[in-house]
């Protein structure tokens, strides 16, 4: 049968999908809208099977709080080359993914997954954005935090995004300032008295042996370890690290000064290069 523009431009506009595709999936369905829709889908998830053992190491982080800023999420949607990255139809599946993730708040990625989006949910769309683009999609991280006060800060290039929690409400420049602080600096936790166990453990493992290798007494082997392991704590948790807008003070002497009761509640930080 013969398949009209206007037809195809229909099509289009209501699943997003390329012209061919969509005119494609007219001949196929002989005009019956539902079921080219349905082929569309379909093409989709096939494409998303064949490119499921692909890499994604381009993609956008995005880091957004609630207006009262007690709540903030952090998403990354994935691809596979920067030129995809950058398309707007991507950006804006990003961005709309972050949202309902910001507004229901579910509690795991999958979760966040099954979410209703558009006529579908989010993972349907990925699916679909997956056959528009011909490349695989994946939502690749999602963290969520509660606080008295959030900030938020996504690097210009969109590749790397944090989000952090405060004990108290603070001005927004400040909180952007702690958030830049912990994208730019990786610490492994707020401070050394939360700093996980495990790490730890294996950073006083690798100071033994490197001390050890060293020829070392073993009576100072302990003490040489613990040494370290303080610098370690002053290079890689939040409140020890040298505050880099200023460089003479520490992160938690700069809080002091903002506001001598707020402390860091939490953070959490996710980059594509990591």
Do not use: W
């Not at 099509?11 to 595709?21: I, N, V, W």
């Not at 993914?97 to 989010?122: C, M, Q, V, W």
């Not at 009576?219 to 040489?224: A, Q």
């Amino acid at each position: 049968m013969e398949i009209k523009a206007t037809d195809v431009a229909k099509l289009r506009k209501m699943t997003g999908a390329g012209m061919m595709d969509c005119k494609n999936a007219l001949v196929e369905s002989n005009g019956d809208f539902e079921r080219a829709q349905e082929i569309i889908r379909e093409k989709g998830k096939l494409v998303a099977a064949k490119r499921a053992d692909r890499e994604t190491t381009e993609g956008s982080v995005i880091a957004i709080t609630n207006e009262k800023k007690d709540r903030a999420i952090l998403v990354c949607l994935g691809c596979e080359t920067d030129f995809v990255a950058k398309n707007k139809e991507f950006q804006d599946l990003a961005m709309g993914i972050a949202r309902k993730a910001l507004e229901h708040f579910p509690g795991n990625l999958e979760a966040l997954l099954n979410l209703p989006y558009e006529d579908s949910t989010i993972a349907d769309a990925v699916t679909q954005q997956t056959g528009k683009s011909g490349e695989k999609h994946v939502v690749a991280f999602y963290s969520k935090l509660e606080a008295p006060y959030m900030g938020a800060y996504i690097h210009m290039n969109n590749k790397v995004a944090t989000i952090v929690g405060f004990s108290k409400p603070i001005p927004a420049e400040a909180a952007k300032e702690i958030a830049m602080q912990i994208t730019a600096m990786v610490p492994v936790s707020v401070n050394r008295e939360s700093c996980p166990k495990e790490i730890i453990e294996k950073e006083l493992h690798i100071y033994r042996e490197q001390i050890r290798m060293e020829g070392k007494p073993e009576e100072m082997v302990e003490k040489i370890a613990l040494g370290k392991l303080n610098k370690f704590f002053k290079e890689y948790t939040l409140e020890d690290q040298v505050f880099v807008k200023d460089g003479k003070i520490s992160v938690k002497e700069y809080l002091k000064t903002v506001d001598p009761q707020v402390q860091v509640t939490a953070f959490s930080r996710y980059s594509l290069n990591d």
